[in-house]
């Protein structure tokens, strides 16, 4: 079964500071990767998602991701964030092959930003 | 653009009573997922199912949660009798699978059970 995990449970930076957040995945197969952005009081919004092709996903609001498959590895990344971006970060994978291949979800990184 | 629609945004009810929660998942999507938020569990899954077939409901309390797809334009989910541990965000997602688009979250059903 497919698992997530996210390092940061929460992660304080000021604007303009770069941000990683991490993600690992443990699955043996092929996966599909996400990450979906839920503002205060808020659903869940697609950032951006990994299904084949160039491991370097560019998402919405200047967001990327790197996939590293040997890593097992997904990590968000922004060079520079605003304080619009203070919000909670969930990275999710599911099983790409699978007929019956259900999301899960990592337990979420808060992301806080000082004016 | 297409939306998941979730009723009501929210609820408040008295500890025994029912809940329907009701999801109108987009047209043409054939997976729905039903999540629930806490702040102690995170998003959790409930159940999902696929051309209305339930596929797993293995995260739902089977002995009051109920989740049923009558038709491919809703999808439902009961808690009879609710208690006040079932207080959390209940969202609704839905998805094309092998989709390049992923999964689309509704509004969510905030349900306090007092």
Same mark, same amino acid.
């Given at each position: ?6 390092? %940061? ?10 941000? $990683? #957040? ?9 996966? %599909? ?13 697609? #950032?951006? &998602? ?13 967001? $990327? ?9 997904? %990590?968000?990344? &922004? ?16 099983? =790409?092959?699978?007929?019956?291949? &259900? ?6 990184? =808060?992301?806080?930003? =000082?004016? | ?9 929210? !609820?408040?009810?008295?500890?025994? *009573? ?22 102690? *569990?995170? @998003?959790?899954? @409930? ?7 339930? @596929? +797993? +409901? /293995?995260?739902?309390? !089977? ?14 989910? !009961? ?6 541990? +079932? /207080? ?5 997602? /839905? ?11 509704? /509004?969510?059903?905030? @349900?306090?059970?007092?």
């Amino acid at each position: 079964a497919q698992s997530v995990s996210q390092h %940061n449970h929460h992660v304080i930076l000021s604007e303009a500071a770069s941000l $990683e #957040l991490g993600c690992n995945y443990s699955y043996g197969g092929t996966v %599909n990767l996400f990450w979906y952005v839920q503002y205060p009081g808020q659903h869940l919004q697609l #950032l951006l &998602k990994y299904f084949s092709g160039d491991p370097l996903v560019k998402g919405i609001k200047g967001f $990327e991701a790197e996939f590293i498959k040997s890593k097992f590895s997904f %990590n968000l990344r &922004k060079p520079s964030v605003q304080w619009s971006d203070t919000a909670e970060y969930f990275c999710a994978v599911n099983a =790409r092959y699978s007929s019956a291949s &259900k999301i899960i979800f990592g337990s979420g990184t =808060r992301l806080s930003i =000082r004016p | 653009d297409a939306r998941v629609t979730q009723t009501p945004r929210h !609820k408040v009810t008295e500890m025994g *009573q029912e809940v329907t929660m009701r999801c109108q998942p987009i047209l043409g999507h054939n997976t729905v997922f039903w999540y629930r938020q806490t702040m102690m *569990q995170g @998003l959790e899954l @409930l159940a999902y199912f696929r051309n209305r077939a339930p @596929l +797993d +409901d /293995s995260g739902m309390p !089977k002995d009051r949660f109920s989740a049923e797809m009558p038709d491919a334009t809703l999808a439902t989910l !009961k808690i009879q009798p609710s208690e006040p541990r +079932d /207080s959390a965000v209940y969202f609704c997602a /839905s998805g094309l699978i092998g989709s390049y688009y992923g999964y689309t979250f509704g /509004s969510g059903t905030r @349900l306090t059970v007092v």
